[in-house]
């Protein structure tokens, strides 16, 4: 039976007791379709929908203020309503999608170490989505990312050692906590030695409990000790806490509590594989809570692999399974009353007024307030036998090879912001996935002046040979790495950026013109 059917088959959501609505509700973070809310989510919020979480497609970037409008008209419906977002600043932005973010990610940051620039990444993060209406921005990335094979966290990620990424994360959440809006580390209890995208797949953690306390769990008791709000559960499976993913395992929430946290406990996306392709959303929703979860996030109805559906049947299908299950005493009525309490502690701290500055505070937020995040970006690149000498100058040529083949499931598809960088230059723009070798060899050879390959993955098979017929046809050619930097320098021309975003862009621009 599909959701349309089940929609069909029950009673509509109204049709049910107001009280019991409300409290089914306060656990659900949907997403919704479109640039104003649509009706059934203004019925749900007024039904005491816990909130929602925005995505790429629910900004307009062309409309000035049209988030905070979009913001405001979700809670005249839902005064206390938790509003979400993926922003992590670098790879994955949401509010800044279409140009780029204007934040350096946790691997810029990570490579420079400087944990007042950390949290003043934080900051410009917390006070981007405070002046959106936002009150939850599910970051940072508390991943330790051992795996250099790792998919889906890679420059996510503020490094591979387990000390820096604690202390990070730590100065990220109390920068991001001081405009009042809550952080969420994420993915608990460490998504970082993974081979899978759990978007697309079930992941595995092959690692033992006392590895996993070693190496992974150290940056989310950072975390709680910085106070964070909220920590996300990630669709992983660690076999010594049992088959099912931490985001149904109640072990693993247990865990997490043992760690001292009280806060909101948000599960991943529900649309995502680990729990979609298996059990399903419905009734992953039932036992995430049965899990120990508070807060439920449907996922994103514009996804790949939710064509043919809206984004209200996605919300519909969950709020169904808890109905059944609460009505069928499956699942307790005091277990969504305490996840409720839980989620409504955090929408009223975030929705407190911040105390008035002293004088000293005022001067203080004035570092945070002017950083230059291209030269902070421009001071994390790691250039390995670049040489000393400006590769540009004034407005000549440039040929661009794009050798990426794929974008990350977190981020979606970008703009080439590299390309943006180097508007003021002649620009030609190759793309390896549409020519074939024999193309893009002759393309190559009749290029002039400086030839860049962009690639975010050197580990990749596909980009290593592109990079290298490059190499061979263009030997002066530089690359520009926008994945993880491997530990060994590159024996050719290389910028390690760090990260692939706005200001990571315009860094590498400002390192080629200043070498």
Known sequence: ???????????????????????????????FVGTTAPQWLVRALANGLAGVVYFSHNIDPETPGQ???????????????????????????????????????????GA??????????????????????????????????TNPRNPVIGVRAFGADTELVSAHTAAAV???????????????????????????????????????????????????????AAVMSAHIIIPELGEAPATLNPAASALLREMGFEGVLITDALDMAAV????????????????????????????????????ESCYVEVYDALFTAVTSGRLPQETLRRAAARVQALAQWSAGDLSPASPEQLAAQEKYDDVDWVSVSARACRTDSLGKRPVLSGAGRVTLLDARTGHNMAAGPTENFLATALAHYAL???HASEL????????????????????????????????????SVAPHAICINAGLAPETPSSTATIHAHGFSRVTAQAVVRVLETA
Do not use: W
């Open 1 to 31: 039976m599909t959701s349309s059917d089940l929609r069909h088959a029950q009673p509509s959501v109204t049709d049910h007791p107001a009280d019991l609505q409300r409290l089914i509700n306060s656990v659900i973070l949907p997403g």
């Open 112 to 145: 420079l170490n400087e944990l007042d620039t950390t949290e003043a990444a934080g900051r410009a993060i917390g006070r981007l989505c405070r002046d959106a209406g936002i009150n939850l921005t599910i970051a940072p990335v508390a991943d330790v990312n």
């Open 67 to 109: 988030v905070a409008a979009l913001s405001a008209e979700l809670r005249a419906a839902n005064p206390t309503a938790v509003i979400g977002v993926d922003e992590e600043g670098g790879n994955v932005t949401r509010l800044e999608a279409r140009d780029g973010s204007s934040v350096p990610g946790a691997a810029v940051l």
């Open 428 to 430: 030609d723009s190759l």
């Open 174 to 228: 109390t920068g991001i906590q001081h405009f009042k809006v809550a952080a969420c580390a994420k993915h608990f209890p460490g998504h970082g030695d993974t081979v899978a995208d759990s978007h697309m797949d079930v992941a595995r953690v092959e690692l033992s409990m006392d590895q996993m306390h070693h190496h992974h769990l150290p940056p989310f008791q950072a975390a709680v000790q910085a106070g964070v």
């Open 276 to 311: 979609r392709a298996t059990v399903g959303p419905g009734e992953g929703a039932v036992l995430a809570l049965l899990a120990g979860n508070d807060l439920l996030c449907v996922g994103n109805p514009l996804n790949a692999y939710t064509t043919g559906r809206d984004d």
């Open 436 to 471: 074939s070798s024999a193309e893009l060899e002759v393309s190559l050879m009749q290029s002039q002046g400086t030839v860049l390959v962009l690639t975010d993955s050197l580990a990749a098979p596909e980009q290593q040979d592109t990079l290298e017929l490059a190499l």
